[in-house]
């Protein structure tokens, strides 16, 4: 009974791709999330502050400042080293999720995105 009164988990999407950003919006608005945008990285920290996420989806080619240096800015930060941070993004190569990891992701999921697994890629940050 106490689940239900809880607000709903709050996830950052960062993506400059408005089609990226929809996709993962549609796939997870049905779950009970709250989900908040940010269209690049100078975006995306300021949303951080304003909005306080559980969670942040961070794509990693964005505009201004990439998905690697906002999550070193934010990994560095005592307020928000905490909110955990999972790329979702098209760099697939070799040591691409390593970089990421080491960036300070704590979970890494390729493009395109598997609109079947995404929310149980994610749940177990949100629990």
Do not use: W
Not at 63 to 70: C, M, S
Not at 107 to 125: A, E, M, S, V, W
């Amino acid at each position: 009974m106490e689940e239900q009164n809880k607000p709903p988990k709050k996830i950052l999407v960062v993506d400059d791709n408005l089609d990226s950003r929809e996709l993962v919006i549609k796939i997870l608005k049905n779950k009970g999330l709250q989900l908040v945008e940010a269209v690049d990285g100078e975006d995306a920290l300021e949303k951080v502050t304003t909005e306080r996420p559980d969670l942040i989806l961070m794509d990693i080619s964005l505009p201004k400042i990439d998905g690697y240096e906002v999550t070193r800015r934010l990994k560095s930060d005592q307020n928000f080293a905490a909110i955990p941070i999972i790329a979702l993004t098209a760099h697939a190569m070799k040591g691409d999720r390593e970089k990421a990891l080491a960036a300070g992701c704590e979970g890494y999921i390729t493009k395109p995105i598997n609109i079947h697994d995404l929310y149980d890629r994610i749940k177990p940050f949100l629990d």
